[in-house]
């Protein structure tokens, strides 16, 4: 895997040209996606292909036009071509910059070859405005629990230690310490209280904001403030032990970042399912 140096490795999203100092500058995160090489396939009873559908039509009637999208992981189910293929027809067709990085479901050369090449460097920094977001890659190969490598975690010192002053949010696939759900918090990064401490470090961090969990949550920790966002398919139960579906809608997150370092952000969610949702156990 290529990892960059975020020093020097910017890349340059669009809209600052254009945007005030009373204007913020505006991401939206889309979020475990699952889509599926075959049209006909279904995760839990729904149509991952028409849930995001569902999701980006709420977007472009409520936080439309973004200057930048972030896709946090999980965006393929089973890892296929034609998956990763038609997602980059779908969001070069939005006219929005997007950016990407891998999910446990995901296969990082296919993600790489087909739909975000920029997704091969572990670390990487992209402009927004007056901040920098930071997009980790939080994977391991086969496996659906998460980590950080020492490169990542050097790469976080790098950024701290560089006298710039720009406020920055942090994206990765998977949360840094337990949500209170037994089941997902086994598949949490696995060295997070080491990251937190060096996130913690950096006093322009405004949020680590993380996919994976399929749910809106909020925590507090080290002084970072930790959001996780739902997914564009189905979401998990919050606080089960054992796998379990909530009722609640697919949805995005909406990011407002002003120049003088303020944030705004929340969730915004479909007003249904489209189709029912199939409840099992033991997972998907």
Known sequence: MAETDPSNARDQGSGQDRRTAAVPFRVLQLTDL???????????????????ELVLARAQARHWPPDIIVLTGDLVHDSGRSAYRILRHRCDALGVPY??????????????????AGAASAIRVVNAGAWDLLLLDSTIPNEDGGHLSDSVLAGLATHRSAAHGRPTLVFLHHHLQPL??????????????????????????????????????????????????????VQFLPGSDDFALDTLTPGYRWLDLYPDGQLETGIERTDAYPDPLTFVSGGY
């Open 34 to 52: 699952h889509l599926f090489n075959a049209p006909a396939q279904r995760l839990l009873g729904q149509d991952t292909r028409r849930t995001f």
């Open 99 to 116: 950016y990407c990085i891998p999910g446990n479901h995901d296969r990082l050369d296919l993600l790489v070859g087909h739909l975000d």
């Open 180 to 233: 209170g759900s037994r089941w997902i918090d086994t598949m949490q990064v696995d060295n997070g209280t080491q990251a937190l401490a060096e996130l913690a470090r950096n006093p322009r961090i405004r949020a680590v904001i993380c996919g994976h969990v399929h749910q809106d949550a909020e925590q507090h920790s080290h002084g970072l403030r930790l959001l996780a966002t739902p997914s564009t398919c």
